[in-house]
């Protein structure tokens, strides 16, 4: 790359957009020779269509988006963690008075949203509403996953709707939706607006789960492959940066502006201890194993052909060789065991459920007894 190279990062306002955000206010790209343009973008719809017609070099992405986009790459995660199932307190009094311990203990099952749902359909009212932030998302993988454990199917026994994640708090007001799964901090909003209580962390259904990444075109990185990983580089420092607990405080007052995510400066403050990990346990690593799991939900849910090669997508899209070039290239900016996953959670470390064989991510979407695929 010969000379400052202009780009143009899309990101939609929550807590994990946060590498961008410090790479930009921090001076990070800027020492990487990029003079960067952060877009703030409305929904993940947007942000696709955006990235993929060239309007955007690059953006925070949904890790599931890029899988299911045509020519899409993701070199770098962003985040593990930070997204929470969250309903409204009318929903959380009616599941109570169901059954009064099943929001009493640590991890909350869906058990008793259940038996709600099965008295509502007794007395023919309707299905309840629940909106995730888009179709490919670990927040719509999340919530049905939950659902599917209690024998709940989320096609047949709720309704399910997509909704921007800054919009949720409001749907939520209107009654509009019954609860939602979203990430940081729009959890914490709707619980200090006394509208939403929540029920299960990303956190406690996947420790170290994935979520975001940083996603570009193919043919963009084939034409710019200086400038990604110049790139890289500045959000690899900024990812690092972000998980230092000294400094949160001025990491909230640049996320709390109102052109970054624009919500009170406490609400971040608890945002961030939601569990979200930026930098360690080799977050920053795009995982073929997290990329395998979300494609066989894709397959669960029939979101995906029986005669797509999930491994072949997996290894187009995830691109790990491009995130360690650019990690090793800092040198003692990072401590190696960033950079690899020998320390970071399987997948079968969720909640519950069979474990999953990143060698058959089809028979695992199979065997469960709530889906489409069989």
């Known amino acids: 790359m010969s000379g400052r190279a202009d780009l143009t990062l899309g990101f939609?306002?929550?807590?994990?957009?946060?590498?961008?955000?410090?790479?930009?206010?921090?001076?990070?790209?800027?020492?990487?020779?990029?003079?960067?343009?952060?877009?703030?973008?409305?929904?993940w719809a947007t942000i696709r269509d955006k990235v993929g017609v060239g309007a955007l070099d690059g953006a925070h992405m949904l890790a599931p988006m890029a899988l299911a986009a045509d020519s899409m790459l993701a070199p770098l995660a962003l985040n593990q963690n930070g997204s929470a199932v969250t309903v409204g307190t009318k929903l959380a009094a009616m599941m109570r008075e169901a059954d009064p311990e099943a929001l009493a203990g640590p991890l909350v099952t869906a058990d008793a949203l259940m038996e709600v749902i099965a008295r509502r359909r007794a007395q023919g009212a309707p299905p309840l509403t629940f909106a995730v932030v888009f179709p490919h998302?670990?927040?719509?993988?999340?919530?049905?996953?939950?659902?599917?454990?209690?024998?709940?199917?989320?096609?047949?026994?709720?309704?399910?709707?997509?909704?921007?994640?800054?919009?949720?708090?409001?749907?939520?007001?209107?009654?509009?939706?019954?609860?939602?799964?979203?990430?940081?901090?729009?959890?914490?909003?709707?619980?200090?607006?006394?509208?939403?209580?929540?029920?299960?962390?990303?956190?406690?259904?996947?420790?170290?789960?994935?979520?975001?990444?940083?996603?570009?075109?193919?043919?963009?990185a084939d034409r710019h492959g200086d400038e990604l990983r110049a790139a890289l580089r500045a959000l690899i420092r900024a990812s690092a940066w972000a998980d230092e607990p000294g400094n949160h405080a001025e990491l909230v007052a640049l996320l709390s502006r109102p052109d970054h995510v624009g919500v009170e400066a406490e609400v971040l403050v608890r945002a961030l201890k939601?569990?979200?990990?930026?930098?360690?346990?080799?977050?920053?690593?795009?995982?073929?194993?997290?990329?395998?799991?979300?494609?066989?939900?894709?397959?669960?849910?029939?979101?995906?052909?029986?005669?797509?090669?999930?491994?072949?997508?997996?290894?187009?899209?995830?691109?790990?060789?491009?995130?360690?070039?650019?990690?090793?290239?800092?040198?003692?900016?990072?401590?190696?065991?960033?950079?690899?996953?020998?320390?970071?959670?399987?997948?079968?470390?969720?909640?519950?459920?069979?474990?999953f064989d990143p060698a058959n991510p089809r028979g695992y979407a199979a065997s469960f007894p709530v889906g489409r695929a069989r």
């Open 12 to 43: 939609i306002p929550l807590t994990d957009c946060a590498p961008l955000v410090v790479a930009k206010t921090r001076g990070f790209f800027a020492e990487e020779g990029l003079e960067v343009v952060l877009s703030r973008e409305a929904s």
């Open 137 to 220: 998302s670990m927040h719509n993988y999340f919530l049905r996953y939950w659902l599917g454990q209690a024998g709940i199917d989320p096609d047949r026994d709720v309704r399910l709707v997509v909704t921007p994640p800054p919009r949720m708090v409001e749907h939520l007001r209107s009654g509009e939706i019954d609860g939602f799964c979203v990430g940081a901090p729009w959890n914490t909003v709707a619980v200090d607006e006394g509208l939403g209580e929540v029920l299960i962390k990303a956190s406690q259904f996947w420790p170290g789960g994935p979520d975001k990444v940083f996603g570009v075109t193919a043919a963009w």
């Open 274 to 355: 939601s569990e979200i990990v930026f930098h360690r346990h080799a977050a920053g690593l795009p995982r073929r194993e997290h990329a395998l799991w979300f494609l066989s939900q894709m397959a669960r849910w029939g979101q995906v052909g029986a005669d797509v090669d999930l491994a072949a997508v997996a290894d187009r899209v995830y691109r790990p060789d491009l995130f360690r070039e650019a990690a090793l290239s800092l040198g003692p900016v990072l401590d190696p065991a960033q950079v690899f996953a020998d320390a970071a959670p399987a997948a079968s470390a969720l909640f519950d459920g069979p474990s």
